[in-house]
């Protein structure tokens, strides 16, 4: 059995969290492909790359040198984890990933991190594009409220001001995005296993996820 797991979902329903730690527990490799179309909308802005010019994007996206060492995004030898991090890294993300021929590039590269030691697969399309024969396939959602208010919450007790009616207006607006695009929209494998984690803690997240890995025989 290939030691595989996906966990796609909406932005803010705790993948981040869970998926590191389902990886620390295991053992296994960590594929947080969402750094990736970070790292690459970070390379277009710095390189003065416009958003419209695809044939610049894919050159970008297939030469990228991007290498995750301890929790830390290195590209070009440069620590870039910081600045992929922001808002702003989250919205030049988003400007790239819906162009096809972007995802097409990145494809490869992302099924080269599945190894014999396992790996968890962190994304939107883990289970229906990138992995489709992996054998646990995880749909890992929230409310927009619950994320939303995890959000604010992490926000103000980073003592950040925050106002969780426009988080809110945010997260709808993010979903809308991920989930209406034409090429790999978000959504939900048809043989993934939906865990709604709107009234679940970390804990509760985490056993149901190694319950589903241990009826698999992947652990
Ligand atoms: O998960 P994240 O916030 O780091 O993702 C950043 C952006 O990349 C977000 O706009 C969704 C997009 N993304 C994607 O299109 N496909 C993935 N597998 C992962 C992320």
Redesign the pocket.
């Known amino acids: 059995m290939t030691k595989l797991i996906t966990v796609d979902g909406p932005?803010g329903a705790g993948?981040?969290t869970m998926c590191q730690l389902m990886a620390n527990e295991l053992g296994w490799e960590l594929l947080?492909?969402?750094?990736i179309?970070?790292v690459l909308g970070h390379a277009a802005y710095t390189r003065g790359i416009d958003k419209t010019d695809v044939d610049a994007l894919v050159d970008v996206a297939l030469k990228l040198d991007v290498r995750f060492i301890n929790g830390q995004v290195i590209l070009d030898g440069e620590d870039v984890t910081a600045e992929i991090r922001t808002e702003e890294g989250?919205k030049r993300?988003?400007d790239v990933?819906?162009i096809p021929e972007v995802?097409a590039a990145l494809l490869q590269r992302q099924r080269n991190f599945a190894t014999d030691a396992g790996l968890v697969a962190?994304?939107?399309?883990?289970g229906t594009v990138?992995f489709p024969d992996a054998p646990l396939k995880i749909y890992l959602t929230a409310s927009a409220e619950a994320r939303a208010e995890r959000r604010y919450k992490q926000l103000t007790e980073a003592g950040v001001e925050a106002d969780l009616t426009d988080i809110l207006e945010k997260v709808n607006a993010?979903d809308e995005?991920?989930m209406n695009r034409a090429t790999?929209p978000l959504k939900p494998a048809y043989d993934a296993v939906t865990i709604d984690s709107s009234n679940m803690t970390i804990d509760q997240v985490m056993s149901e996820m190694m319950n589903l890995a241990k009826q698999r025989d992947l652990i």
């Open positions: 932005s993948k981040g947080d492909s969402g750094a179309y970070r989250g993300a988003s990933a819906p995802r962190d994304g939107r399309d883990m990138v993010r995005q991920d790999a």
